[in-house]
């Protein structure tokens, strides 16, 4: 794919062409993962049905919650990439609903769903900030109150947050 022009606000008919083969792709991947899911959440439901066996019952209802977890989890993606495809026809996919530029086309292909750059990602939901704790001492003798200088120096020390790395999910 080569670089949209810079005095261009979206992707040429032609990127967003192969944004939509690329989309379409794991579109239909994910409907196919959907199905699966419905067909064993149907599966477990059966067997819970002709089983009396109170253990399998509990391994039952534990897939169940993990299945449902898994589907509900892939219908938000399948509403995601057909959300992408919606805004494919209206030629407004890779623009940054935030800032209103290009999304880096490397981010577009690695979270097709995504409608948000990097840059406003990280200032829409920053990251907590970071406490420092003191660690605490057990002790009720008096002589170990006192601190020593190694370890007031040691609690005095300020932890670097990690700020060169986004921890955040996208799920767009």
């Known amino acids: 794919m080569e670089s949209p022009s810079q005095s261009s606000n979206r992707y040429s008919d032609a990127e967003l062409s192969e944004f939509k083969a690329v989309i379409e792709k794991k579109l239909a991947a994910a409907y196919e993962d959907l199905e699966y899911l419905k067909e064993q959440i149907n599966n477990t439901t059966e067997s819970m049905e002709n089983d009396g066996d109170y253990m399998d019952d509990s391994n039952s209802f534990s897939d169940m919650e993990l299945f449902h977890s898994m589907a509900h989890r892939t219908q938000k993606y399948v509403q995601g990439l057909e959300n992408a495809l919606y805004r494919i026809s209206n030629k407004t996919y890779g623009v940054c609903t935030v800032t209103g530029e290009l999304i880096d086309k490397r981010r577009l292909l690695a979270v ?8 406003a990602k990280k200032t829409d939901s920053p990251a907590p900030a970071r406490q420092d704790m003191e660690p605490r001492t057990y002790s009720n003798s008096s002589a170990d109150t006192k601190t020593s ?3 007031a120096a040691a609690r005095n020390v300020k932890k670097k947050p990690a700020d060169d790395f986004d921890f955040s999910v996208d799920e767009e």
């Open 149 to 151: 200088g190694a370890s």
């Open 112 to 119: 097709p769903t995504t409608s948000m750059s990097i840059h």
